[in-house]
C-alpha cells in the first residue's frame, strides 16, 4: 500500500468535510430569521450580517484550500525532505536541527497565513465597522505573537525531543506527558498575569453600582473573587466579550469595555454570574482534565510511530529517519483522532453553556437581562442566526441563541414580557 496515498485521502477528507459544512451553512444563512427572532435585525441590518458572515466563510475556505493544496504540493515533490536535507547538512545535533526544521515550517505558515489576517482585518471587519486596529497595532501584534510562539515553541520543542531521544528511560512518552501538563499549568496561571497583558491593558474595575452589585453576588455565592477587570478589547474591536481565566489567586474574570460601555448594570451581572457559573460548576476543572486526556493521547500516539519508516514514507522523506521529524509528521497524523475528541468537547462545551446560563438565572433571577444581553452580542457581532446543524454539531462550543433562549424558558427562568404584563394585571 502507497502510504503517501492514505496521507493525501486523510487530508483531502478533512478538507471537503469543511467544504461541505460550510457550503450547507452557507444555504442555511439564507433563511429567513426565525419566527422567534423576529425583530432582532431589522431587514438592512440582517441582510449586512448574512452578508458578513458569507465573506468569513469565504476566506475563511479560500484559506484552508490554499494550505491543503500547498500541504499536499510539498508532500508529493518531497520538498520537506529537501529541507530536512539542507538543515542537517548545516547543523548536528537532534535538538538544533530540530529547531531549525519546526523553525522553516513556522515561518512558512506564518508567511501564508499573513495575507489572510491582514485581509479579514482591514477589508473585512473594517468594510462592516467592527476594525478599531491601525497598522502599527497589528504589526506588533504579530511581532509579539511570533517572538512568544518562537521562545515558547523553541523551549516546548526541545524538550520534546529531548524525552523521546533518551532511551535509558523506561516509559518516556508518559514522563514527557506528565512534564507537558505541568508546563500547561503554569501556563494557565501566567497568561494572565505576564502574556495578556503584553497585547491589551487590564483595569480593576471601577467603584460604582456595577461593582458593588458583583461584589454582593460573589460574596452571596462563596465565591472568592481575587480578580474583576476590564479590558481595552476596543482597542482592536468594536465586539464585546468577557471572559474568566487563570487560576488560584492569580483567576480573573474580564470585561471588554465595549461590554462596560453598552449594556446595562444587570446584563453585565448577568454575564459575570455566567462565567462565575463555569467555576461554580467546575467545568473549568472538568475542561482540564479533558485537555491532559487528549495531551497524553496524544504522547502515546508519538511514542507508537516514532521513526516509524512507513511514516516518512508516507510524507516523502528519505533522509535518516529523526525524532524531529518523526514529531511534527505524527502531529498530522493525529488530525482523526483529535477531529473525534474535539465532537466530543464541544458537545460538553454546549452543555455547561447551558449549566451555566441556568446558574446565572437561578442565581441572579436575571434569566431574561441575560437572553436580553445574548441578544445585543448577536446583533452587535453580526452573529448568524441560522447555523447549520451540521455546523453547530462539529464546531460549536457555545449552543445558538435560540436554544439558549429555549432552554431557559422551558426551566422557567425566561418569562415573555407579555406574560409579566399580564401576571400584574391580576
Not at 11 to 40: H, T, Y
Not at 51 to 70: H, M, P, W
Not at 220 to 232: H, I, P, Q, Y
Not at 268 to 288: D, P, R, T, V, Y
Request: charged share 20%.
Amino acid at each position: 500500500m502507497n502510504w503517501t496515498y492514505a496521507v493525501f485521502a486523510m487530508l483531502l477528507f478533512f478538507w471537503a468535510l469543511d467544504l461541505v459544512v460550510e457550503i450547507l451553512n452557507l444555504r442555511q444563512m439564507k433563511s429567513p430569521q426565525p419566527k422567534r427572532l423576529q425583530g432582532l435585525y431589522d431587514e438592512a441590518s440582517y441582510s449586512k450580517s448574512q452578508a458578513y458572515n458569507f465573506e468569513k466563510v469565504r476566506i475563511g475556505l479560500f484559506s484552508s484550500t490554499l494550505s491543503t493544496f500547498i500541504l499536499l504540493t510539498a508532500i508529493q515533490l518531497g520538498w520537506l525532505n529537501d529541507i530536512d536535507e539542507i538543515v542537517q547538512s548545516i547543523f548536528s545535533g537532534e535538538i538544533s536541527r530540530g529547531l531549525a526544521f519546526g523553525g522553516i515550517l513556522m515561518v512558512a505558515s506564518s508567511l501564508l497565513s499573513l495575507p489572510f489576517s491582514f485581509f479579514n482585518t482591514f477589508v473585512i471587519e473594517e468594510r462592516y465597522g467592527f476594525n478599531r486596529s491601525d497598522l502599527k497595532t497589528w504589526i506588533m501584534d504579530r511581532i509579539k505573537g511570533l517572538i512568544l510562539g518562537a521562545l515558547f515553541g523553541a523551549a516546548l520543542f526541545s524538550l520534546l525531543i529531548w524525552f523521546f531521544s533518551t532511551k535509558a528511560i523506561p516509559y518516556t512518552w508518559l514522563i514527557a506527558c506528565i512534564s507537558f501538563i505541568f508546563i500547561q499549568l503554569l501556563l494557565m496561571f501566567l497568561m494572565p498575569v505576564l502574556i495578556m497583558p503584553l497585547f491589551n491593558k487590564f483595569t480593576p474595575l471601577e467603584e460604582g453600582e456595577l461593582k458593588e452589585m458583583v461584589l454582593d453576588y460573589a460574596n452571596k455565592e462563596n465565591f472568592a473573587l481575587s480578580g474583576l477587570f476590564t479590558m481595552d478589547g476596543s482597542k482592536r474591536s468594536s465586539k464585546a466579550n468577557a471572559f474568566f481565566t487563570g487560576f488560584g489567586k492569580f483567576k480573573r474574570i474580564v470585561l471588554f469595555d465595549t461590554l462596560v460601555n453598552n449594556f446595562s448594570n444587570k446584563e453585565l451581572l448577568a454575564i459575570l454570574a455566567h462565567e462565575m457559573g463555569h467555576f461554580k460548576k467546575k467545568h473549568i476543572i472538568k475542561q482540564m482534565l479533558l485537555m491532559f486526556l487528549n495531551t497524553g493521547l496524544m504522547f502515546y500516539f508519538l511514542n507508537l510511530i516514532l521513526k516509524n519508516p512507513l511514516l516518512f514514507d508516507a510524507f516523502n522523506i528519505q533522509t535518516e529517519r529523526s525524532v524531529y521529524v518523526s514529531l511534527i509528521l505524527a502531529i498530522f497524523l493525529f488530525q482523526p483522532i483529535s477531529f473525534i475528541l474535539s465532537i466530543g468537547t464541544t458537545i460538553l462545551s454546549r452543555k455547561y453553556e447551558y449549566e451555566a446560563d441556568e446558574y446565572a438565572a437561578r442565581t441572579t433571577g436575571l434569566g431574561n437581562e441575560l437572553i436580553d444581553a445574548l441578544k445585543k452580542l448577536s446583533v452587535d457581532s453580526l452573529s448568524n442566526l441560522t447555523p447549520h446543524p451540521l455546523k453547530v454539531f462539529l464546531e460549536f462550543s457555545h449552543p445558538t441563541l435560540l436554544q439558549r433562549w429555549e432552554v431557559l424558558e422551558k426551566k422557567g427562568l425566561y418569562i415573555e414580557e407579555r406574560d409579566l404584563e399580564d401576571e400584574t394585571v391580576e
